[in-house]
């Protein structure tokens, strides 16, 4: 197994067999990027909520990439944030309660996996009037390993021709303020802030793309 192999991971579009391996990924990159295995217990519902509606709602949207050690990054994306957050109301949150009881805290418990499943059924979509002008949003993990060697830049690269053959006008994602180099890296590829709220479950910095045809 060569250096060489492990530094140049292969991309390819999500199987059914991956959301396993994404689901580890998702809770490994969930602490402002860093590994939030020690902060929540219940990986699955840490995925379900974060990652697991992306998915199924828009699959051909998802990509992986994978190395010789297996999986190590994903990016999920959808074309238009609006009706994926109306299916997600409708179609995924009722799916992922059922089976899970909100249990009645006397509120002293401070336990992240409480305050995720009380999320859970007091839950919101946040939609902004800039939505209009950047409709698709995308997540992207990348375990550490296969950071800082050009492989993000390039898939969101290739994300940006994607959605512009689809006509999409603008792109966002929102990130934890305090990931310092999340947004160093973003601002290089020209995303710019568009806002900074205080939601519910955490405080989210807003970053959008304008995609113009010109720039493909």
């Not at 310092?180 to 793309?209: Q, W």
Request: charge should be negative.
């Amino acid at each position: 197994m060569s250096l060489i192999q492990h530094n140049r991971p292969d991309k390819r579009p999500y199987e059914v067999g991956d959301k396993k391996a994404l689901y580890q990924i998702c809770i490994r990159t969930a602490n402002a990027g860093h590994d939030a295995r020690h902060i929540y217990e219940d990986t699955l519902l840490l995925g379900d909520l974060y990652l697991g509606s992306y998915l199924h709602h828009q699959p051909e949207m998802v990509w992986v990439m994978e190395n010789n050690f297996g999986l190590c990054g994903y990016l999920a994306a959808v074309s238009d944030t609006v009706s994926y957050q109306n299916w997600f109301l409708t179609e995924w949150l009722p799916g992922i309660q059922k089976g899970r009881q909100l249990e009645v805290h006397d509120g002293t418990s401070d336990s992240p996996d409480d305050a995720l499943l009380a999320s859970l059924f007091d839950y919101s979509m946040y939609r902004p009037e800039w939505l209009h002008d950047y409709p698709a949003h995308f997540h992207i993990a990348l375990l550490e390993h296969v950071r800082g060697k050009g492989n993000g830049s390039n898939w969101i690269q290739e994300l940006f021709r994607v959605l512009q053959k689809q006509g999409c006008p603008g792109v966002h994602l929102g990130m934890h303020p305090e990931n310092h180099s999340a947004l160093s890296f973003f601002e290089k590829i020209g995303f710019r802030k568009l806002e900074h709220v205080d939601l519910p479950m955490e405080e989210v910095l807003y970053l959008g793309k304008i995609l113009k045809p010109e720039e493909f």
